[in-house]
């Protein structure tokens, strides 16, 4: 196997780092003892700048390119060692899209107590009581607009795509890079 360039990150498929090489989990190194690798990082990932450097953490982050990712309607710039996502989300209703749900009923005496018609296929509307909930006649009456409201309890969900775990490591030796 070639020499890798200092700095050069690599994704295995097994538990530990090799010789010369360091996990990739965020970790602080001495300056004084991988100064060539140092000199290409600074403290983009963390340290101090005088004793102690970060190695960079991919610990269940996905890596993406640095630089600007402009969309239609939508641009935002990465910088190295800049962190983002959530693992967790919890949507407020600003970013909900707007719609809505009608819900419909029949001011007519009820004729079923079921909601759901399987003869049919279709759906019972909300009927007056008259013994039975529903109506089968459809919908005749739109219901005041308090009568439904978002829900959602305020509660995450988890946000994670598929992944699969692996083990990032960079080399603390090897070939210095030269720019072009």
């Known amino acids: 196997m070639s020499q890798p360039f200092v700095g050069e ?3 295995v498929g097994y538990t530990f780092a090799p ?5 990739c989990n965020g970790q602080l190194i001495a300056i004084n003892d991988n100064a060539a690798l ?3 990082l600074g403290v983009a990932y963390g340290g101090d700048a005088r004793t102690v450097f970060g190695i960079p953490s991919l610990k269940g982050r996905v890596p993406i390119h ?3 990712y402009a969309e239609s309607d939508f641009s935002t710039t990465y910088t190295r060692g800049q962190i983002g996502g959530l693992e967790y989300v919890t949507l407020s209703l600003s970013q909900v899209p707007a719609h809505t749900h009608n819900f419909n009923a029949s001011n007519e005496a009820g004729n079923s107590a079921v909601p759901y018609s399987n003869q049919s296929g279709v759906g019972n509307t909300m009927a007056v009581a008259n013994a039975s909930y529903y109506s ?3 919908p005749n009456v739109a219901l005041v ?3 439904i409201s978002y829900t959602g309890g ?3 969900h988890y ?22």
């Open 145 to 147: 607009p308090d009568m």
């Open 19 to 23: 010789v010369d090489w360091a996990e």
């Open 38 to 40: 140092f000199s290409l």
């Open 159 to 180: 946000n994670i795509q598929p992944s699969i775990g692996t083990l990032f490591v960079i080399a603390l030796e090897g070939l210095y890079p030269s720019r072009n």
């Open 9 to 11: 990150i690599k994704q």
């Open 136 to 138: 089968n006649s459809g």
């Open 66 to 68: 640095m630089g600007n």
């Open 154 to 156: 305020g509660q995450s």
